[in-house]
């Protein structure tokens, strides 16, 4: 098949595959409420699960990175959503706290997994000039995922409850046929010209790099999960629990506002950082975030404020995650691209377990808005890691691996 097929191709099975990866993950979040009443949990419980999902993500998007340079980014890419399909169907038959956790960091290990292994193959099949607004159409899968896992919930949950809305999130799977199909291997992975060794990530000036990388996604991902893991139970929740009392319905509403203005962003952000460079733009869309979560944390008791503030604090609060994709696969070469990119991006996730823990356990004392407002202070940090590391627009993925195996004392 011609190659610019090829690249729509790819574009195409991986934003489904995140779109579908989203709306898996999320059903979680807007079942939250009922999860929590039937099994008798806690906000610090409740943020528990979530939080193992972050770290089960972590090492899923380290092994697929891993897998993928050693397998392929397509057969990586069709296993990862096997994962999170199947176990979101087990996660329908919990019993209790302990399987409920267990199904959850199965979903966990497809959802970091899924990421690595489709950005790996969407950056390699997409020229530079174009990589950014390709990453930003991939990455809008998010927010297409949480619109339909707000529909869907909205549509299931009233009427057959939480366990029948995770019976279908067994769906996706079907997604795996139509890649195996279609879609091929990156002719840059095929035609390497070293075999993959993670070692070489951690000597010469890779080992400074992928520690450089590693700590900006960390401190984006804290800022991330702890905001949008609580966002929906903090509109939900009546005010005299410290949220902004809008009830579970009209929650559901602002939240569909809130990722119209993430879809926006990740479009906008791809095409700005093609454009601009990857570190202003970056730094942009994660400083706006840092004002607009307390301000909105802090907002309740004004229904109509926390609308017209919604689409911004998605525009800005989402948008920046098309740089990952991108940035990271142009800092890696061709050999360790995909676990570099699993690595640095996911590893993080282990200790944004944090993050929603700590923001369920500020909102038992202090409300909601008060946990949301204290973790903006997670993207102040990640604008100023981010100028630590070169700007890689348009940078080939050819000239990477030439220059960055040149200095990687290995």
């Given at each position: ?7 729509w191709l790819a ?14 993950v999320l ?9 929590r ?5 806690t906000?610090q419980q409740a943020?528990?699960?979530s ?7 972590a090492v899923?998007?380290?092994a697929?990175?891993?897998?993928a340079?050693?397998?392929g980014?397509r057969?990586?890419?069709?296993y ?8 979101s169907?087990?996660?329908a038959?919990s019993g209790?706290l ?10 966990g290990?497809?959802?970091g ?10 950056a390699?099949?997409?020229?530079a000039?174009?990589?950014g607004?390709?990453m930003?159409?991939?990455?809008s ?8 896992a ?9 009427r ?13 799977a079907?997604?795996t046929v ?17 075999d993959?060794d993670w070692?070489?990530l951690f ?14 996604a960390?401190?984006?991902l804290l800022?991330?999960?702890g905001?949008f893991?609580w966002?929906?139970t903090?509109l ?8 902004a009392?809008l009830g579970?319905a ?7 506002s809130v990722q119209?203005g993430?879809?926006a ?12 460079g ?8 994660v400083?706006a975030a ?5 301000v909105?944390?802090?907002?309740t008791?004004?229904p109509g404020?926390?609308?017209?503030l919604?689409p911004l604090l998605?525009?800005?609060?989402s948008g920046?995650?098309s740089v990952?994709?991108?940035?990271l ?8 691209r995909g676990i ?10 282990a200790?944004?377990a944090?993050a929603?823990w700590?923001?369920?356990?500020v909102a038992d004392?202090a409300g909601?808005g008060t946990?949301?407002a204290?973790?903006?202070?997670f ?11 070169p ?6 993925l050819?000239?990477?691996?030439r220059?960055l195996i040149?200095g990687?004392?290995g």
């Open positions: 098949m011609r190659r610019p097929a090829q690249k574009l195409g099975a991986a934003q489904l595959g995140y779109l579908l990866d989203a709306m898996d059903f979680y979040v807007f079942a939250l409420s009922a999860i009443a039937e099994f008798g949990l906000n943020g528990l699960v939080g193992l999902t972050l770290v089960t993500s899923g998007g380290v697929a990175g891993a897998l340079d050693r397998w980014r057969r990586t890419l069709i990862t959503i096997l994962i999170y399909s199947l176990a169907g087990g996660a038959t209790n302990a399987e409920l956790l267990f199904w959850r960091a199965l979903i290990l497809g959802l997994g899924e990421w690595a292994a489709g950005a790996v193959l969407v390699e099949w997409w020229p000039s174009q990589r607004r390709a930003g159409i991939m990455q899968g998010w927010a297409l995922g949480y619109l339909a707000a529909a869907i919930s909205g549509f299931v949950l009233p057959w409850g939480w366990r029948v809305l995770f019976l279908v999130g067994v769906l996706p079907l997604v139509v890649i195996r199909w279609t879609v091929e291997e990156p002719p840059v992975w095929i035609h390497r010209k070293a993959s070692r070489i000597r010469g000036s890779l080992a400074g790099l992928t520690l450089r990388a590693t700590a900006t960390t401190a984006v800022g991330y999960w905001l893991t966002l929906p903090f939900a929740e009546p005010q005299s629990a410290g949220g009392g579970v009209a929650g559901s509403r602002w939240m569909m119209l993430a879809l962003g990740y479009l906008s952000f791809g095409w700005l950082a093609d454009r601009f990857r570190r202003p733009v970056f730094a942009a869309y400083l840092a004002v607009l979560t307390p909105y944390g802090l907002a008791g004004s404020f926390l609308l017209a919604s998605g525009f800005a609060g920046y995650f990952f994709g991108a940035m696969a142009e800092l890696f070469p061709t050999a360790v570099g990119l699993g690595f640095s991006y996911n590893f993080g996730r200790l944004c944090l929603p700590g923001v369920g356990f004392r909601y946990g949301l204290l973790n903006a202070s993207f102040c940090a990640s604008a100023l890691l981010m100028f630590t590391l700007e890689t627009r348009c940078q080939s050819d000239e990477s691996e220059g040149r990687s004392g």
